[in-house]
């Protein structure tokens, strides 16, 4: 019991939403992303979650080679979990996003639980000046985009990656994706505990008012009961105050650039261990103790870092 109530902090390095004219913070080359990571895993992390970009642009990069030139580094400079992207970006197929897990086999791997609308064009208001021409067109793009995540895509990734025992994070926005999952774990393609992640706070899913927050975890708790570990994700401004309400909860808590750029009301965080810090701040404010990479490995029954492919 006193091992649960620990709480696991993901940080999410660099994802595929910002783009790189957002912030000069956000980790774009391997070394950056390198040294997001360590540091990162450094201030508390336990599982750090990756996303590659194009060094030259940023663009989101879903090669097995971009993934490469990053990974053994990460694996031999921390003993933290790695969880590597299964959603790439809202524009790629499933085809390709799942190729750098199957080719690394790492402990832990994202999957999204249902296609949703994904619309980043709001950023659009604050952000105006861009240096690459991709970056307005994706945002702009957004307004006629559906994240495709089928029952279909969402079983290829499952099937894909379950022979070489990597566990999932279970992206979830919104109410019907902790279903859709719990129909996966009816059919025996998913086998608890299950890592739940909800997110808040992304146009096209679910709101970030706490009373949002509560209804994704009184869904989990009647669909999953015991046999799931929750987590939470608020994006943008939302990130502290759905983490903190989480953690009070027994939740735990995932940062990092990905989902903000934010460590306060208009000031950029300079890095995600900063981000770590602050939400380690407020875990340990309420009583809480973090979790270590080896508790998170136990807790979420992970396979263990000498079983990957990097």
């Known amino acids: 019991m006193a091992l649960r109530n620990k709480t696991i902090i993901t940080c999410a390095i660099t994802g595929s939403v910002h783009t790189p004219s957002m912030s000069p913070y956000l980790p774009v080359t391997p070394a950056e992303i390198t040294e997001a990571a ?53 524009w790629m197929t499933v085809q390709e996003r799942v190729k750098p897990a ?11 639980m249902g296609s949703m609308n994904f619309g980043l064009f709001p950023m659009l208001r604050r952000f105006t000046e861009f240096k690459h021409d991709w970056e307005a067109k ?7 985009l559906v994240f495709r995540n089928s029952f279909q895509d969402i079983e290829f990734v499952l099937t894909t990656l379950g022979d070489a025992g990597t566990r999932f994070e279970f992206e979830c926005y919104d109410t019907s994706h902790l279903y859709n999952l719990a129909h996966f774990l009816e059919r025996g ?6 890592f739940v992640q909800t997110v808040f706070g992304i146009l096209g899913g679910i709101g970030p008012h706490p009373d949002d927050v509560m209804h994704m975890k009184r869904t989990a708790d009647r669909l999953f009961g015991k046999h799931y570990r929750w987590s939470v994700l608020g994006a943008g401004r ?5 983490a903190a309400m989480a953690a009070a909860m027994g939740g735990n808590v995932r940062v990092g650039l990905e989902d903000s750029l934010w460590i306060g009301a208009g000031k950029l965080a300079e890095s995600n261990a900063a981000q770590v810090r602050k939400v380690r701040q407020i875990i340990e404010g309420l009583g809480l103790e973090v979790a270590t990479p080896d508790e998170a490995r136990e807790i979420l029954e992970l396979k263990g870092g000498d079983r990957v492919e990097f």
């Open 238 to 242: 939302n990130q502290l105050p759905v």
């Open 102 to 112: 199957q080719q690394f086999k790492p402990e832990v791997a994202s999957l999204n």
């Open 138 to 144: 994706a945002l702009e793009g957004s307004r006629d």
């Open 38 to 90: 360590l540091g990162a895993a450094e201030a508390g992390a336990a599982i750090i979650h990756l996303h590659a970009r194009n060094p030259e642009d940023g663009r989101p990069d879903q090669t097995p080679e971009a993934f490469g030139k990053f990974l053994p580094q990460i694996k031999q400079a921390s003993n933290a979990v790695v969880n590597l992207t299964t959603g790439g970006a809202a």
């Open 189 to 194: 393609l998913v086998k608890p505990p299950l």
